[in-house]
């Protein structure tokens, strides 16, 4: 099997067409035409993890976060990304990225953040032509107070603590949802009629929010972390007899909290 045949698989389900325009979604290192024998996969493209694909003979990495987000002037060992491209390189390791091309199909990261949530009726916060867009909208199948709503968030993510704006006074139902650095659309969750609007990487003035609307910061690898596995389970499930793993340091979050 070949590269090519990877890539086709994940663009079918995330086509590299729908990449927002600042974005490097794709294949970063390696030739469509090199030859796969086992896929490793993880959120980030470290140098951890190319070590992780040498080890367990991956020749090929899939990530949600390129690799190669904006132009390098140099590639040297000392930084992290240059670190990571020169072991690829030098180990024939083909690196692939689906970024906002994932975050922009329903049954990406947005949607995988409502799975997680279980919420009803979920439908794109963003849309835009071909039935895509960014983010996502559903309801809880309860309303419920928004202390509670805060700590079934907390729940569901597994999250230590979370940044959030003055709660609401209103029962919580309606919820947006971005992956990631979602702060861009604030305003469609707002104008979506949502209560409450759970995303990461929020800056400080953002939490000043409109009345009865609430923002909910669950940092940005805890909001993204599910695209992974379906990730795998979409390679697997196409190339059943195929070498396909997630990394064993499953967590690449940069974030520590004390």
Not at 65 to 87: N, R, T
Not at 163 to 191: F, N, T
Not at 227 to 245: E, G, H
């Amino acid at each position: 099997m070949k590269v090519k045949d990877v890539v086709k698989v994940i663009e079918e389900f995330a086509p590299l067409s729908i990449q927002e325009n600042w974005d490097n979604s794709g294949l970063s290192v390696g030739s469509p035409e090199a030859e796969v024998t086992s896929v490793l996969l993880g959120l980030d493209c470290t140098p951890e993890l190319v070590d992780e694909a040498v080890a367990c003979g991956a020749d090929m990495i899939v990530t949600h976060h390129p690799l190669i987000f904006s132009g390098l002037k140099k590639i040297s060992p000392d930084d992290p990304v240059g670190a990571a491209v020169i072991k690829a390189v030098s180990a024939g390791i083909s690196v692939y990225a689906a970024h906002t091309t994932a975050d922009k199909v329903i049954a990406g990261v947005s949607g995988a953040m409502a799975e997680r949530l279980g919420l009803e009726n979920v439908s794109i916060l963003d849309p835009e032509e071909g039935g895509t867009g960014l983010g996502v909208v559903g309801y809880f199948p309860e309303p419920m107070p928004a202390a509670e709503a805060v700590r079934y968030v907390k729940e569901r993510f597994g999250l230590q603590a979370a940044r959030c704006s003055r709660l609401v006074d209103v029962p919580v139902s309606k919820v947006a949802l971005c992956g990631g650095a979602g702060a861009s659309l604030i305003g469609k969750a707002v104008r979506s009629g949502a209560r409450m609007y759970i995303t990461g990487d929020v800056s400080y003035h953002h939490f000043f929010t409109p009345k009865d609307f609430m923002l909910m910061d669950i940092g940005h690898y805890e909001s993204e972390k599910d695209i992974v596995a379906i990730l795998f389970s979409l390679i697997k499930k196409n190339f059943p007899n195929f070498a396909v793993r997630i990394t064993e340091n499953v967590n690449s979050n940069p974030i520590y909290y004390f």
